[in-house]
């Protein structure tokens, strides 16, 4: 859950994004750049309906963060599908997939807007759904490419976490 950050100055107001890196804050207009924020290498500075926040990435997790309301329909489509699917086919290889992929949908039908916070096993469960939904309607391959790039990139950082 992402924790919106209170002004340094006067410790009221929430900050707002000015432009790339640069932040004032709302009540006071106090500005702020990313380096006035330090944040610890499971944190990410992210901008959540308008505000800046701080969100907690746990180790092998990743954040996805869509840039239009359509891409969460679009990952739930390809993930009701492979649910469909799965009744009669062998589409998800490991036991407790199919609860991930149900559990998955409902988060993309509460939250289309993100950012979303996802673990390994959900990225390997999403990526397997759009595997499904490009072999079997490869039209709609080409509806979000870059969007489906970014999360089969994601999937490829889970499984290979930084060195400590």
Known sequence: MPVPILCHVCHDGR??????GTY???SCGSPA??????????????VHAGV??????????????PDRRC?????GASLSLALRVSRTHPVFRQAG??????????????????PWVLSPAQLRVLTRAMDVRNALLPSSA?????????IRAAHAR???PRAT
């Open 142 to 150: 080409r509806q979000h490419p870059d969007f489906d790039a970014d």
């Open 97 to 114: 997939d199919v609860s991930t992929a149900e559990e998955l949908l409902s988060l993309l039908d509460a939250d289309e807007r993100g």
């Open 52 to 65: 800046l926040q701080i969100l907690t990435v746990p180790e092998g997790h990743q954040v996805i963060t």
């Open 24 to 26: 004032r804050c709302r």
């Open 33 to 46: 750049t990313e380096s006035t924020f330090p944040v610890q290498s499971d944190e990410r500075l992210i």
């Open 15 to 20: 900050y707002r994004p000015e432009g790339p």
């Open 71 to 75: 891409q969460a329909p679009h990952l």
């Open 158 to 160: 889970s499984r290979h």
